[in-house]
């Protein structure tokens, strides 16, 4: 629920009481009024159909008086008399517009109409009216009831004499029937006149629903036929009026009665609810008596809150002031409120009942204080449960280091405090709530907590709770700081654990026995476990004898005797038994020590078993060794001997294959020189044999003649001949020149300048005829110019095994491939020369190994193993280069060689190898 | 506060409850229903009044209600035409008349000019006929019924035809007259004399008789409405003329044979509706119309009737959007009390018309 002030509250009790008050008095009035409004006004137009159907009901009794007046007449007169009589009655048409006789046929015997129509009552004479239901009705009566028959008012009909819509009143006389006719326009002015301006209005029906005058004209209701309206059903019919009816979506209320001679239905109807001005005033009235008191109230009631509230505001300020302590202010004036009076003094003498309480209370407290701040080494803290600190005493703050300022107010759950984490402060919480629910005090108890420069300390801790504000209680905390006490303890007991384990870690076997207990076991190491296999709690409590240690108890007889005399032998040695029945030489050190009044046999054996056994080992081997080493050196001066003679032999073998390989080359070499010199070799021969027959066909016609045109062409022909001759000659000369230089570089070595490419076209030459034989193409891309100062022989020689070795083993059963050898600019004064070739490429595992001597793939089919050996000697050797290979298997192979621009000098005896 | 807050939505709720039905379809109704044509205004009125109440009893028009705005003309044409103007401004859907063709004359352009659709019940002039207009008629033309009519006379052996007409509805009248001497002179008959009159002016009538009299004519044919048809008929008998009389559908009315009595006694007439149809559509309205009236229908009842049903036919029909003229034109045939009937493209109805002659008191059919 919202807060209110006073002031609204009272402005909203004022407005929603008068709201209220208003909202259920104007209801009442309304629901009492309004029905009450709308009987009056239902009352008053049955009233005014009552009034209007007397009028009708006298007007139209004038009507008919004068009718009955001619029926009389009409019995024993002449048409013509009868027919001045009509014309008197009719006159100037003011009242009727139509009186005439009509005889029991049906025919009009005699006719009056207005002066102004004289005319045509002669055309109209001798019609037939038998149809006309008002003739009918009245003809009808007359049979019924003879004489006395009464006049019969019409419906609405159109009239055939005047032919409008008029109303007729039929008065029959023997078997003839009077009638005379009444304009509808009469009628409707006669209502017209009626109440004008007034909110209800009259309405005349006949029976059949036609509209026949009304006091207020509305065009289109007169044509409304009014044969379905409730009202004029429940009027026809003598029922109770409908409550309402509704016309084009508005609500009327409705009178009525059926006029008494006339059988028309006369009703009456005005707006209801809101439509009515009485209905509408009451309404207004209401709402605006709302609006006002609302208004007036809305006004009033802030003035009157304001004057409700001073004197409460006075003492609210004056209640604020002995709060914060000033307790000695007048209090306000009396006021007119007695109420707040009564108040006022009250609050004055509470205030003088607190002041004197806080008095005592505040000396009790200080005696308390002083207590607890003086106690000297007990930390006394109050908590509340929730874990806040209410007190801090002077002995906290020199125990924990936390000033009472940084500690009061504190919650430790969100401070930590002396608690080293926040498992320790909620376990703390928890603790309080455990002394909450039991009652019971918790501890002593220690607990390790922090100061506040970091450093431990343990305080012994009783926790209790005391009764505090209200129902909580306040949780007394007092601390003795015992750290420097469990140091001391926790020191000792540290000594004594190192000494065990290094008891323990001694890797010699160590035995403690109690001397007076007849050298039982106290305790051995972890070492004399291992050594002789047996368990401490197994061996714990028996001594050497009851465990069967000695493997000669006399040696343990023996050991204590010595002991028992003080003559202790430094060291000796006996044969132990292991757990599982192992003798061991053991060598054994024994010390007895008194140790807080125990006399104590220190123990250490040392298993010497193996160690003896090495020393026995050692004495023998030491004469064995000499005699070996005399036997081995003999052995290998034997194999030395047979190896120097192998390696002679294998060297013998390399150079006869290597003069084979050169002879191969040399093959190779010859052949592609018969090949290069066949061709124009000849084709010089075919020239000169040619030649030679010309020169016989020309020898011959000098015999028989010689025609000019013949020696022409024979001098033709010859200088022709002679021309092929000559560049078959010259290019057979080349080559032969060619050839000779690369013998000449092969053979000797020599060392000259030469082009890089002309070097390889040169190699090309060469290797022709084996080229031809397969479907490889060689490529020479080594750009032009690229100067080398070297020995071409070994050079070409290494080219050739490598195009050698592409043609044998790269393309086997390929039907095409490529070789291409490219060389990159000098760099530095070296050139790289690529060589490479699209073939089958070199498994890996062999990569590593075609530089080898002797290595082949193809032993026995005419490899000798030694080209690539050949050519890294070559390359590495005598040209100063390197030479390196890679190969993709199946991807062709590469050799990439580096060499010199300028070869290294080398002795001429090597070049003569 | 809340507490006051609500009380304050309460009121508001209250105020907000009082929400309105769906907005009434507006029809609107113009006849002649004072002076001396009231009984075909009154007769059309009544069709209407019961095809909008049958309708609204089955539910309205797409759940909308019809309300019926009724207008009279009285036979004038300033009243027609101030009639139309009021009937547009109240923004009603159609205009179910004029019941006469000289209304249809005057108020064409005024409705013409605000779009608003006209059916009439009874129009037939055929000035009005064969134009794609705003005007729909409800009636067969003035032509269908002269021809027949003129054929009928000359089967009987009349050859000498006077024809009297009244210049008070002189669209309607004229043209029947100018049809009837076409098809009767086509036929081989010979029309003698030709009188006019002024419904009302009781001189006029007089004239009219005493001038055809002297051609001696043996057929007298009248154009006038059923009261002045009572008149003329009771004018020439008063006058010693014996010959037969017939006269147009104009007069086909209930009150004819309730004004006119033995006078009307053998009058032949031409008209589009039977009396004695006894097919059980005709009969059901038949009994609903004289409950609801207290008098029998009459042809502009049945001709209001229809026209009225077609107009709500061809609403309901509408697409959204689609103008209502032509609606009409693409919702038939419409189902008629007396045939199944529909508009030609220029929204003239097509129907078949008969001769009747009054027999006994009563109308009935020869033809």
């Known amino acids: 629920m919202r807060e209110l002030r006073l002031r609204t509250s009272l402005i909203l009790l004022l407005v929603t009481a008068v709201t209220l008050t208003f909202a259920l008095v104007g209801s009442m009035i309304l629901a009492y009024r309004l029905p009450q409004i709308e009987a009056n006004n239902r009352a008053d137009l049955q009233e005014r159909a009552v009034n209007a159907s007397r009028l009708l009901d006298h007007y139209m009794a004038g009507i008919e008086a004068q009718i009955r007046t001619q029926a009389r007449l009409v019995a024993n007169r002449s048409p013509a008399e009868l027919q001045a009589f009509l014309e008197a009655v009719v006159g100037d048409g003011e009242t009727m517009q139509a009186a005439y006789v009509v005889a029991a046929d049906g025919s009009v015997e005699a006719l009056g109409l207005p002066g102004t129509r004289r005319q045509a009552e002669a055309e109209l004479r001798g019609a037939d009216f038998s149809n006309i239901p008002l003739f009918q009705s009245a003809r009808a009566a007359a049979t019924a009831k003879g004489d006395v028959a009464p006049a019969i008012w019409s419906d609405n009909f159109l009239s055939a004499i005047s032919g409008k819509l008029a109303v007729g009143v039929a008065v029959p006389t023997g078997d003839k029937v009077v009638i005379g006719e009444v304009a509808l326009e009469r009628v409707l002015s006669m209502f017209s006149s009626l109440d004008p301006g007034s909110e209800s209005f009259v309405l005349v029906i006949d029976r059949q629903g036609q509209w026949l005058a009304a006091s207020r004209d509305n065009p289109t209701g007169r044509f409304i036929n009014y044969a379905a309206m409730p009202t004029f059903q429940a009027i026809l019919a003598g029922r109770a009026l409908p409550e309402y009816e509704i016309s084009q979506g508005e609500r009327f209320l409705v009178g009525g009665v059926l006029a008494s001679n006339l059988n028309w239905v006369i009703t009456t109807a005005a707006p209801s609810g809101t439509g009515s001005s009485r209905y509408l005033s009451t309404i207004f009235l209401v709402v605006g008596g709302f609006a006002g008191s609302l208004l007036l109230s809305l006004i009033l009631a802030p003035l009157w809150a304001a004057r409700m509230v001073r004197p409460l505001k006075a003492l609210i300020e004056r209640t604020h002031r002995v709060i914060e302590g000033d307790y000695g202010s007048p209090w306000p004036r009396r006021g007119a409120i007695s109420e707040l009076n009564q108040l006022t003094m009250d609050l004055g003498r509470m205030v003088e009942v607190i002041q004197t309480r806080e008095a005592g209370m505040a000396r009790s407290e200080e005696r308390l204080r002083a207590t607890l701040e003086n106690t000297p080494s007990i930390a006394v803290q109050w908590f509340d449960a929730s874990g806040r600190i209410l007190y801090w005493n002077k002995a906290s703050e020199i125990i924990y280091g936390f000033t009472a300022a940084e500690a009061v107010g504190a919650v430790i759950g969100e401070k930590l405090l002396m608690y080293p984490d926040r498992q320790q402060t909620d376990d703390f919480i928890g603790v309080l709530g455990d002394i909450e629910r039991s009652g019971k005090p918790f501890g002593p108890a220690e607990f390790t907590l922090r100061k506040k420069d970091g450093s431990e300390i343990v305080v012994l801790a009783t926790t209790f709770a005391i009764p505090g504000e209200g129902d909580s209680k306040i949780f007394v905390c007092m601390d003795v700081d015992v750290t420097e006490r469990k140091r001391a303890e926790a020191n000792l007991l540290d000594s004594e654990k190192k000494l065990e384990a290094i008891f323990n870690a001694s890797p010699a076997a160590m035995s403690v026995t109690d001397v007076k207990n007849n050298f039982r076991v106290i305790t051995v190491n972890a070492a004399w476990e291992r050594q002789f296999q047996r368990r401490r709690q197994d061996v714990a409590g028996l001594n050497g004898l009851e465990m069967g240690l000695w493997a000669d108890p006399a040696d343990r007889v023996f050991l204590l005797a010595a002991l028992r005399s003080g003559s202790t032998p430094d060291v000796m040695e006996a044969e132990l038994l292991a757990g599982d029945g192992r003798r061991m030489l053991c060598s054994i050190s024994a010390q007895i020590t008194e140790i807080r009044g125990n006399r104590l046999l220190l123990m250490m054996t040392v298993d010497i078993t193996e160690r003896r056994r090495i020393e026995n080992e050692i004495r023998e081997l030491n004469t064995d060794l000499e005699q070996r080493v005399a036997r081995r050196t003999g052995q290998l001066s034997e194999a030395n001997i047979e190896l120097a003679a192998s390696v002679e032999n294998l060297r013998t073998a390399q150079k006869q294959l290597v003069q084979s390989e050169k002879l191969a080359a040399l093959g190779n070499l010859v052949a592609g020189i018969a090949h290069e010199l066949n061709t124009p070799i000849g084709n010089a021969v075919t020239v000169a044999s040619t030649l030679l027959d010309h020169h016989r066909q020309i020898s011959g016609q000098l015999q028989s003649g010689l025609t000019r045109s013949s020696l022409n062409a024979f001098i033709d022909t010859l200088g022709e001949a002679a021309s092929i001759l000559e560049r078959n000659l010259h290019r057979a000369a080349e080559l032969i020149g060619n050839f000779r230089q690369i013998a000449v570089d092969q053979a000797s070595y020599q060392r000259r300048t030469f082009d890089l490419r002309e070097a390889v076209e040169e190699v090309r030459l060469v290797m022709t005829p084996a080229i031809r034989k397969s479907p490889v193409e060689l490529k020479n891309e080594v750009p032009e110019g690229i100067l080398m100062d070297g020995y071409p022989g070994p050079l070409t020689q290494v080219l050739m095994i490598l195009v050698n070795n592409s043609l044998i083993h790269a393309f086997a059963g390929r039907d095409r491939g490529s070789i291409r050898i490219e060389a990159s600019a000098p760099l530095s004064g070296n050139v790289r020369l690529r060589f490479s070739d699209d073939g089958t490429g070199i498994p890996a595992e062999n990569l590593e190994r075609i530089f080898e001597p002797f290595f082949t793939t193809r032993l026995g089919q005419g490899g000798s193993g030694l080209g690539l050996h050949i050519l890294f000697n070559l390359v590495t050797g005598l040209l100063g280069g390197r030479v390196a290979v890679s190969s993709d298997h199946g991807n062709g192979t590469e050799f990439v060689i580096d060499l010199p621009q300028s070869a290294p000098v080398i002795a001429e005896t090597v070049l003569q190898d | ?367």
């Open chain 2, 1 to 367: 506060m809340k507490v006051y807050s609500r009380f304050f939505g309460l009121a508001l709720l209250l105020a907000l409850a009082a929400c309105s039905p769906p907005e009434p379809l507006k029809l609107g109704f113009l006849g002649g229903l004072s002076g001396r044509v009231a009984d075909l205004g009154e007769a059309g009125r009544n069709g209407t009044l019961l095809a909008v109440e049958e309708a609204n009893t089955a539910g309205g028009v797409n759940r909308r209600k019809i309300e019926l705005l009724i207008y009279d003309d009285e036979q004038q044409a300033a009243a027609a035409v101030k009639a139309t103007e009021a009937l547009i401004a109240a923004r009603v859907e159609a205009i179910i008349g004029p019941m006469t063709s000289s209304m249809g004359d005057a108020i064409l352009p005024v409705a013409t000019r605000a779009g608003m659709v006209v059916v009439s019940p009874t129009v037939t002039a055929s000035s009005l006929s064969g134009k794609d207009d705003i005007l729909f008629k409800v009636a067969p033309s003035v032509e269908t019924s002269t021809r027949l009519s003129a054929a009928f006379e000359y089967a009987r052996g009349v050859r000498r035809a006077a024809i009297v007409n009244d210049l008070s509805n002189r669209a309607y009248t004229a043209d029947w007259a100018g049809h009837f001497r076409r098809d009767f002179t086509a036929l081989g008959g010979e029309v003698v004399a030709e009188a006019s009159f002024t419904s009302g002016d009781d001189a006029s009538y007089t004239e009219a008789i005493t001038k055809i009299a002297k051609a001696k004519p043996d057929l007298l044919h009248l154009v006038a409405n059923a009261v002045d048809t009572v008149r003329l008929t009771q004018l020439a008998r008063n006058l010693g003329l014996t010959l037969p009389v017939t006269t147009s559908t104009w007069a086909a009315t209930e009150h004819l044979i309730q004004l006119g009595g033995r006078t009307v006694e053998g009058v032949t007439l031409t008209q589009f509706f039977n009396r004695d149809d006894a097919s059980p559509r005709y009969r059901a309205f038949s009994t609903a119309y004289t409950a609801r009236f207290k008098q029998e229908p009459g042809f502009a009842s049945v001709a209001a009737y229809d026209a009225t049903r077609s107009i709500l036919t061809a609403l309901a029909k509408a697409g959204k959007g689609q103008p209502l003229k032509e609606a009409l034109l693409t919702a038939g045939p419409y189902e008629g009390l007396q045939d199944r009937w529909n508009f030609d493209r220029y929204g003239d109805a097509q129907r078949q018309t008969h001769i009747s002659v009054v027999r006994n008191g009563r109308l009935v059919l020869v033809e």
